[in-house]
């Protein structure tokens, strides 16, 4: 997804002329980027007004207040940014805020990326529809891609705008919706371009972390993995396993009818290998049938482990600066700053005193 500078709200549609200069993409797709922005900049109120009136739904004024008790922990004690982000709420009376479409080449695990000015490069382009999503991918399957398209329930843009809650998260709960506070506030904070990887798993970390010290604030004990959380960390690596087999696959010289063979059987091993777990070890819980037994290809794998490969590596890089989250944050920043390969070097090194 596009993340649009602030001075395009402010100055309107001829800041696309700058964006186009990048050559990415349609004047027809940043259009739609355009106006589904504008549409959400539009449902902005201040938090503060849908708790104070009465007219509106108490559970909802009750979500939102914690909520906010959540934004004040994570810009006075987690040092994240102070802004008007997850002060204002939009109602888009929709499920989904966006629907990102993922593409990969049939016998390839590499996303089709899609670079942006200020995002950076992405392994996936974000509609505001789910129409002009599935059209995409349409597009991309006649082209010879696997594609899958994703709802999404909250994005961030990076501080250019100050972004509301959404009514599409309003049906997590009050700890849940903090942790995407934490987790979205701290891409404000600090963002590299072209680096899904170290961002996601930065975000990630200072969520995790982020939410065990809200509740240590609260006087709620930690709380240990929940039986959702372990078995999807299973399902993951699952999945990983099956992207590596893949990946092998893929790098031989076979026919293709033959490599088309040993790909589906590679989809159907993993169903089977799911299916034994979930009977096995998670007495029969069917909560992820839905995704393990829905049509499989590259596209659909993509998006798995994204959020946490150099979790542990920011973990031991918050007890090196001993939980000092200012210090934290600049670590973070001086091996953002470093080229990709000396970046991924000093994250595995972290990684391994992690162990």
């Known amino acids: 997804m596009i993340r649009l500078q602030r001075s395009w709200f402010q100055r309107g549609l001829p800041m696309l002329a700058i964006l186009l200069l990048s050559g990415c993409s349609s004047l027809s797709y940043y259009t739609q980027l355009a106006g589904g922005q504008l ?22 004024r009750d979500h939102l207040l914690k909520s906010q008790q959540a934004r004040e922990f994570a810009s006075q004690h987690l040092h994240l940014p102070d802004n008007q982000s997850y002060r204002l709420y939009a109602d888009i009376h929709r499920r989904y805020v966006v629907w990102n479409v993922f593409a990969t080449g049939e016998f390839s695990l590499d996303p089709v990326t899609h670079c942006f000015p200020i995002a950076g490069c992405v392994a996936y382009r974000g509609y505001y529809t ?24 909250a994005y961030s843009t990076l501080g250019w705008f100050n972004d509301p809650i959404i009514s599409s998260m309003m049906s997590w709960g009050d700890e849940r919706l903090a942790t995407l506070i934490f987790h979205e506030l701290a891409h404000q904070r600090f963002y590299v371009k072209d680096d899904s990887e170290f961002n996601e798993s930065y975000a990630t970390f200072v969520e995790e972390e982020g939410t065990r010290q ?9 709380e240990g993995a ?31 009818a033959i490599m088309r063979q040993r790909k589906a059987a590679q989809f159907e091993r993993l169903r089977s290998e799911y299916q034994q777990l979930r009977d096995s070890q998670w007495g029969g819980d069917k909560r992820f049938d839905s995704w393990v037994y829905a049509p499989m290809n590259n596209a659909r794998l993509l998006p798995i482990g994204l959020y946490d490969q150099w979790v542990p590596a920011f ?29 991924k070097a000093a994250l595995e090194r972290l990684a391994k005193t992690s162990a």
């Open 214 to 222: 809200w509740r240590a604030a609260r006087g709620l004990p930690a």
């Open 39 to 60: 549409e959400l900049l539009r449902a902005r109120e201040p938090v503060a007004d849908v708790i104070a009136d009465p007219q509106r739904d108490a559970t909802l």
């Open 130 to 153: 789910q129409g002009a999503a599935r059209g995409e991918a349409a597009l991309q399957k006649l082209d010879g891609k696997d594609v899958y398209v994703s709802g999404v329930e």
């Open 315 to 343: 973990e031991a890089l918050f007890r090196q600066v001993k939980g000092d989250w200012p210090a934290f944050f600049t670590a973070v920043e001086e091996i953002g700053g470093l080229p990709m390969d000396e970046r």
């Open 226 to 256: 929940s039986s959702e959380t372990q078995r999807r960390d299973q399902l993951t690596q699952l999945v990983l396993a099956t992207r590596d087999r893949l990946k092998a696959l893929y790098a031989e010289a076979l026919d293709p």
